[in-house]
């Protein structure tokens, strides 16, 4: 059974860094993996897919990679601003049956 | 630009008691999707429906049904409502053949069981 782990649970930093958020997965037989955003009282919003034969994607400040033989993925946020705050979600898609699996998020806050 | 709405934003109910989240998307999308979401875990997927008129069990079906009633409409429905479906639940849809495309979700529902 596919396990999504997302390291950290939360992480609070100054405006202006630089960051990685992270999202292990234990099965690797994935079509895709999503990484989206939840912002409180809201629904999500997809932010970024990643095709299993791709390695990177990007979209403005957002970078996501993709190793799927070793079971991860990493979101970089580049110059973060406390726009983003919000929390982070990862889910790959699984190969045998199309469903997403979700991590439990990463809870991020950039102070201004 | 409504894209996923769900009706209602917030419901309390008691024990046994029964309701139907409503779930309506305007981007002609074929696949839908209903999840819950409970503190500390991630989504689980309770039902989807790859097509009008076809609908299959996800994760956590039990206590549960749903109706894919047109193409724009997937309602999901508690039969006798349980603390334990105390949760918030979220609508999604997608094109393309299931959820192979990004997933576009609603605002959610919070419900409470008491």
């Known amino acids: 059974k596919q396990e999504v782990t997302q390291i950290p649970a939360a992480l609070s930093v100054p405006e202006g860094e630089n960051l990685v958020l992270n999202c292990s997965f234990t099965d690797s037989a994935i079509y895709n993996l999503q990484w989206f955003r939840q912002d409180p009282g809201k629904g999500l919003t997809s932010l970024l897919l990643?095709?299993?034969s791709q390695r990177e994607q990007t979209s403005g400040r957002l970078n996501a990679s993709l190793d799927k033989s070793s079971g991860r993925s990493t979101l970089y946020i580049a110059a973060s601003q406390p726009g983003d705050s919000a929390t982070y979600l990862c889910a790959p898609l699984m190969d045998s049956n199309y469903q997403l699996i979700w991590g439990a998020g990463t809870k991020l806050i950039i102070k201004p | 630009n409504a894209g996923v709405t769900q009706t209602p934003k917030f419901q309390v109910l008691k024990t046994g008691q029964s309701m139907t989240l409503q779930c309506a998307q305007d981007m002609n999308h074929n696949s839908m999707y209903w999840y819950r979401q409970d503190p500390g875990m991630g989504l689980r997927l309770i039902y989807y429906s790859a097509s009008e008129g076809t609908t299959d069990k996800g994760e956590v079906p039990n206590g549960y049904n749903v109706s894919r009633l047109n193409k724009r409409e997937f309602s999901l429905r508690l039969e006798s409502a349980a603390p334990s479906q105390t949760s918030v639940y979220f609508c999604a849809s997608s094109g393309g053949v299931l959820a192979k495309n990004i997933q576009y979700f609603g605002a959610g529902t919070r419900l409470s069981v008491l």
């Open positions: 990643i095709q299993s």
